[in-house]
């Protein structure tokens, strides 16, 4: 071979393996990152709890690396006043594009050649839909409002302007004012003390994705946990939520036992009021979480080694867009067993496993039955749709199974070693689906010489529904609830049965394995016997809804509407409205609530729900 073609070669794969994987055209985004490329956020702003807007200065430095004459940022219902040009007052040139109900507006400004910052004066607005601004009496201890930021997938642009794009990662550092006595925390660097003058700063020194920003700004305390870990929540809650989070140091050691250190430095976890929208979301340092963990006998913490796990698979290695969103909670989902395995040993995680498995079977049939069957592909096609659209079962669970079923071809230990090297090359990058297989060609099935199916990939990545021969998971501790469950049959509450020792996966195994259709008789015994209705467990009682909605079962009506008044965390909303939605009356009950709770959803909540009602 010739120097220059050796050159040519070394410059052409330099070149790729800086470029390719992160900057494909994301149809989510109005940035153009392979023009300009942002690299830095510093921003300063003050929380007005009164006119629930945030007043902001983002100075965004960028690097042009083509010479282009504008920068292309992402914004949703922002009031742009200003933009000013590298550090000076010298005012730039700036417009906004037409509007898109998911997308927002594009803001175009024009840029001076050599120029690398931009700084923008702007004000959110009360409806921006990452923000949920809560008043007191929507806070668990009902003393002082609250705002928290959601911006997973594409809400960012709604409370910030940036490149509001997976393939792009940046620094920030952070002012922010808020009222005395409250505390403002971010995916950051934070605070464990409430400041003097209501002022803190925050630092992100790992470049970050921007669905990763966020905030919560509360009357909060902080409870140490370990050395580099532990709890916010409002002061009520504080206890409940250390205690239930008291195993966390054995989750992140366990973590980095699986798949190599923990790059963020601490891990905290913020406990949000209960409208949050989500179990958890995996905000740098600063896990946030709903309160529907906390069931006072730590058994629903495998969300926290989800978030925990995101710490690699989704903040380190990321979903280049979000077509490819199962890169990220495929992964973390696989990951998080990996972790519980780790700590509560096989038999626990299997039941989880199983579970997971009964969840992907089910929306496999829903999608089916629905006439969305394109939805259970890996990859998916999200173009001119909404990103959430993409929150399903698929990427979580069928995610997992595929990544189970390479595990089961090659052996634990040649996958994990093959993870490691993974997570660490990959550190701070962007990942495409299409990367990734052939990554995993060359670093697993050829470097170990493992003959594989060649339609491997089709079958689990590009096509419909999951392969016959996915991995099953028969957990043990399940096959005493069968047990248990025959007993009940014939008994009917007559006899005491052994459910002692039983956590709430037992639990959700035996709701699920009851028949849908009820008569009342049964479920009054059954609700005697175990008290379902009042359960304080979050799992078990959206489980046990859906059969009570199912099977016109009122004694739960009340209850059933004060669950779906308080808790705003859509995987419970779902489900119950859906089933509310199936009759006629149900409907005009579902809508009746709906409204009565609508002002205590956050936007992505309340959006899913009118779908549902629509
Ligand atoms: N990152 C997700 C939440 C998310 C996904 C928000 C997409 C917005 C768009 C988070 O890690 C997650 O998966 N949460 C799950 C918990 C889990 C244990 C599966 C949830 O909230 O239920
Ligand atoms: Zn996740």
């Not at 594009?106 to 923008?120: D, E």
């Not at 926290?304 to 992964?331: M, Q, Y």
């Not at 248990?484 to 052994?498: A, I, M, N």
């Not at 579902?590 to 899913?608: G, L, T």
Request: proline fraction near 4%.
């Amino acid at each position: 071979m010739k120097v220059t073609q050796l050159i040519v070669i070394c410059l052409l794969s330099f070149v790729l393996s800086k470029t390719t994987i992160a900057l494909e055209m994301d149809p989510h985004s109005y940035a153009r990152p392979q023009e300009v490329l942002m690299t830095h956020l510093s921003w300063d702003a003050s929380i007005d709890f009164d006119q629930k807007v945030i007043t902001a200065v983002a100075e965004i430095t960028f690097e042009n690396k083509t010479d282009a004459s504008h920068l292309y940022l992402d914004t949703k219902e922002l009031k742009i006043n200003k933009v000013t040009i590298d550090g000076t007052d010298q005012e730039a040139f700036f417009e906004l594009g037409p509007g898109d109900f998911y997308l927002g507006k594009a803001l175009k400004i024009r840029i001076t050649p050599g120029a690398t910052k931009v700084t923008i004066h702007y004000q959110t607005s009360p409806t921006s839909h990452a923000l949920q601004w809560l008043d007191k009496s929507q806070t668990k201890d009902k003393k002082f409002p609250y705002l928290f930021t959601q911006s997973q997938a594409i809400l960012a642009r709604s409370w910030i302007p940036l490149q509001d794009t997976p393939g792009v990662k940046f620094t920030y550092d952070a002012q922010v004012q808020v009222p005395k006595g409250f505390m403002a925390l971010m995916s950051a660097s934070n605070p464990q003390q409430v400041s003097k003058d209501g002022r803190y700063s925050f630092e992100m020194k790992q470049p970050i994705p921007s669905y990763l920003m966020a905030m919560a700004v509360g009357v909060v305390e902080f409870k140490e946990i370990g050395e580099r870990s532990g709890v916010y929540a409002e002061p009520s809650q504080i206890e409940a939520a250390a205690y239930e989070f008291g195993e966390l140091e054995s989750m992140i050691d366990a973590a980095e036992r699986l798949y190599g250190d923990y790059r963020w430095e601490r891990y905290d976890i913020i406990v949000l009021p209960p409208s949050f929208p989500f179990g958890g979301m995996e905000n740098p340092r600063l896990t946030f979480a709903t309160p529907t963990i906390i069931a006072g006998d730590r058994s629903l913490t495998s969300l926290i080694a989800h978030e925990l796990a995101h710490s690699w698979s989704g903040n380190l290695v990321t979903n280049a867009n979000w077509n490819d969103f199962w890169i990220n909670e495929g992964f973390t989902v696989y990951f998080e067993r990996r972790i519980m395995e780790e700590v509560y040993g096989k038999p626990y995680a299997d039941m989880l496993s199983e579970l997971g498995l009964q969840d992907l079977l089910g929306s496999l049939d829903y999608f089916e039955k629905e006439g969305y069957s394109d939805d259970t592909k890996l990859k998916l096609q999200l173009d001119q749709r909404n990103p959430d659209d993409g929150v399903t079962d698929i990427a979580y669970e069928k995610g997992c199974a595929f990544l189970t079923y390479i595990e089961h071809l090659v052996g634990r230990q040649k996958f994990d070693a093959f993870l490691n090297q993974y997570f660490e090359e990959f550190a701070f990058k962007s990942m495409t689906t299409e990367y990734f297989l052939e990554y995993l060609d060359k670093n697993l099935f050829d470097k170990y010489a493992i003959q594989v199916d060649p339609k491997l990939y089709e079958e689990w990545v590009y096509s419909k529904g999951i392969p016959q021969d996915y991995i099953k998971f028969d957990a043990a501790r399940f096959n005493q609830v069968d047990i248990v469950f025959d007993q009940w049959l014939d008994s009917k509450g007559t006899k005491q049965l052994d459910t002692k020792e039983w956590s709430s996966h037992e639990w959700l195994y035996f709701l699920r394995k009851l028949p849908r259709e009820q008569t009342i008789e049964d479920l009054t015994k059954l609700d005697n016997a175990y008290q379902f209705t009042q359960s304080g467990n979050s799992e078990i009682l959206a489980e046990w809804f859906s059969l009570a909605i199912k099977n016109k079962y009122e004694p739960a009506y009340k209850n059933i509407e004060e669950f779906l008044i308080q808790v705003g965390r859509r995987k419970f909303l779902g489900p119950l409205y859906r089933a509310l939605a199936q009759t006629q009356e149900g409907r005009q009950w579902a809508r009746q609530i709906f409204e009565k709770a609508k002002p205590n959803y956050h936007f992505v909540a309340a959006h899913s729900i009118e779908q549902i009602l629509k």
